[in-house]
């Protein structure tokens, strides 16, 4: 079966602090993973997509990896401010024409 | 370009009425997307369209949910009668389906509320 697992499923952290997400997941076959951003009561935001050949990409104070083999992926979130307060979820595409698999989220706090 | 427009933000309906949910993708995306979430499930994929056309609607939950796409800009996803387990927020997202690993883009959502 399908699916996309997400840990920590809540996380609070000082302003500043830096911060890594995890996603595992059991999809096949892979197209592309995804990192989206969801502040409360908006649509997701991508953050950042990856391909199999893709190990690593940053946007910004976000980078991702994934490893493949493993079927793991991170979010790392540097310095992290206020605005990062969200929900970030982990989003795994399994066939070409981008039918996507939804992790469940971690919500992020990040407090002064 | 004014991203992936919505209509209407939040819904309060009856049990039973008829509920009608409007998107207009970006402009020249030619996949689009509904998507569900509820505290419980998450986001779930209901249908996707390319090119105007179904192409995959095994998420819809069933036959109370119909969605059409007439042209390029314009999708929606009728609910038929609604019940109170209806309650979600809705997305649409659209996409240019090419080569590659192509981004989604996100509306703002609908809020439904059944009662």
């Known amino acids: 079966k399908n699916q996309v697992e997400q840990s920590p499923q809540s996380l609070i952290i000082l302003e500043g602090k830096n911060c890594t997400l995890q996603?595992?997941?059991?999809?096949?076959?892979?197209?592309?993973l995804r990192w989206y951003k969801q502040d409360t009561g908006r649509g997701p935001v991508s953050l950042t997509i990856?391909?199999?050949?893709?190990n690593t990409k940053s946007n910004g104070r976000y980078t991702a990896t994934l490893d493949a083999d493993t079927k793991q992926s991170s979010l790392h979130i540097t310095a992290s401010q206020l605005s990062d307060s969200a929900s970030y979820i982990c989003?795994?595409?399994?066939?070409?024409?981008?039918?996507?698999?939804f992790g469940p989220g971690t919500s992020l706090s990040v407090i002064p | 370009d004014a991203g992936v427009i919505q209509s209407p933000r939040h819904e309060v309906t009856e049990m039973g009425q008829e509920v009608t949910l409007r998107c207009k993708p970006i402009?020249?995306?030619?996949?689009l997307f509904w998507y569900r979430q509820t505290m419980m499930r998450g986001l779930e994929l209901l249908i996707y369209?390319?090119?105007?056309?179904?192409?995959?609607d095994s998420g819809m939950p069933e036959d109370r949910f119909s969605a059409k796409m007439p042209n390029a800009s314009f999708s929606t996803l009728k609910i038929q009668p609604s019940e109170p387990r209806d309650s979600a927020v809705y997305f649409c997202?659209?996409?240019?389906f090419g080569t590659g690993a192509y981004e989604q883009y996100f509306g703002p959502g609908t809020r439904l509320t059944v009662t």
């Open positions: 997202a659209s996409s240019f």
């Open positions: 996603c595992n997941y059991t999809v096949s076959p892979f197209s592309n």
């Open positions: 990856m391909t199999f050949s893709e």
């Open positions: 989003v795994v595409s399994s066939t070409s024409y981008d039918k996507v698999i």
């Open positions: 402009s020249g995306h030619n996949s």
């Open positions: 369209f390319n090119n105007n056309v179904p192409i995959d």
